[in-house]
């Protein structure tokens, strides 16, 4: 069965730094759109980061410039390099795959990891 498994999360200072990874199984990494989403406290999950089966990334704004996404495809394993945070990026950070089987698309999430920025 499909296992996404997120590490990584934490407390950190504002203008700190942290590295998410999600590890992949059950289904054809190479073949898969991995993508970065976070939801804080009374908002809407949004898009984070993601990037393609051939390696094109996209960003949302508020990211830019201190995000960086990164995929393995040897290890099965997605990355998600945050610099500089804010307290406004504490969010839980959630990992999703998109990927075909047999003609059929398919969105899976990992549980999530928390990441607070604070000092």
């Known amino acids: 069965q499909v296992q996404l498994v997120e590490s990584g999360g934490g407390l950190v200072q504002p203008g700190g730094s942290l590295r998410l990874s999600c590890a992949a199984s059950?289904?054809?990494?190479?073949?898969?759109?991995m993508a970065w989403y976070r939801q804080a406290p009374r908002k809407q999950r949004e898009l984070v980061a993601l990037?393609?089966?051939?390696?094109?990334?996209k960003y949302t704004d508020s990211v830019k410039g201190r995000f960086t996404i990164s995929r393995d495809n040897a290890k099965n394993t997605v990355s998600l390099q945050m610099n500089s945070l804010k307290p406004e990026d504490t969010a839980v950070y959630y990992c999703?795959?998109?990927?075909?089987?047999?003609?059929?698309?398919?969105?899976?999430w990992g549980q999530g990891t928390q990441v607070t920025v604070s000092s």
């Open positions: 059950g289904f054809t990494f190479t073949n898969a759109g």
């Open positions: 990037t393609s089966e051939i390696g094109t990334t």
């Open positions: 999703k795959a998109t990927y075909q089987v047999l003609g059929r698309w398919y969105d899976d």
